[in-house]
């Protein structure tokens, strides 16, 4: 069975331009969340989709980031424009629901490093 | 405060010694705790998650929680080069799905 997949693995933009990523989840897996770990810090979620819709998404920064997962796939996270503090490793996650689980397992995926310079 | 934290700093062990890695966290109401290891570069990757006061225990990894007074503990026995890597604490808090992540504890295990 395929892991969580991301791509890309790296991403070196300007400040000001604009980065897409991409998540593949562990099909099957109707759960789906990122994070990102910036430099020195700890690893930090940023928003929860069930299938296709938000559940969560306390954790987004700003309005510069938009998250999209239509038909409950794969998802993207855009930034745009991208700022120094984006700089970082975006994680994806995803997990099954567990049917009278308080929670359950998120596998992760390898993480895209963004720079922005 | 933090709601996850760790000791900072890199854990030295000679191989076949324990690692003993701790992890605090700060809602009393959270419901699960997980381990998860992490290689340079590479997707953390869960060894061990636990969701009763007491020990569990898998091959040579075992996972201690006491919600008493809010920490769960990770023990590697007979460490091996292999274990050299970044170990992170995470955990659930009740009533929603995400993760919080203390900082991450390195582990290197010296031949």
């Known amino acids: 069975e395929a892991g969580v997949t991301q791509f890309p693995s790296h991403s070196v933009i300007e400040k000001g331009q604009t980065v897409t990523l991409r998540c593949d989840p562990i099909?099957?897996?109707?759960?789906l969340y990122w994070y990102r770990r910036v430099m020195g810090k700890e690893i930090k979620f940023l928003l929860h989709?069930?299938?296709?819709?938000?559940?969560?998404e306390s954790g987004m920064p700003n309005n510069r980031f938009l998250a999209e997962r239509t038909g409950g796939t794969y998802s993207t996270l855009k930034v745009q424009p991208a700022e120094l503090e984006d700089s970082g490793v975006y994680f994806c996650?995803?997990?099954?629901?567990?049917?009278?689980?308080?929670?359950?397992?998120?596998?992760f995926g390898p993480g895209t490093r963004l720079t922005v310079l | 405060q933090k709601e996850v934290e760790q000791n900072s700093g890199p854990l030295s062990v000679p191989e076949g010694a324990i690692a003993s890695l701790n992890c605090t966290y700060s809602d009393r109401g959270s419901q699960s705790f997980f381990w998860y290891r992490q290689y340079s570069g590479k997707s953390p990757e869960l060894i061990m998650s636990?969701?009763?006061?007491g020990d569990k225990e898998d091959g040579r990894f075992t996972a201690q929680l006491n919600k008493a007074s809010q920490y769960v503990s990770l023990l590697i026995r007979d460490s091996q080069p292999s274990d050299s890597a970044t170990y992170l604490c995470a955990v659930n808090f009740y009533g929603n799905n995400r993760l919080a992540f203390g900082k991450g504890n390195q582990v290197v295990v010296i031949p």
């Open positions: 989709f069930v299938k296709e819709s938000k559940q969560d």
């Open positions: 099909s099957g897996h109707d759960n």
């Open positions: 996650a995803s997990s099954q629901v567990m049917s009278g689980a308080s929670t359950d397992t998120q596998y």
């Open positions: 636990i969701y009763s006061n």
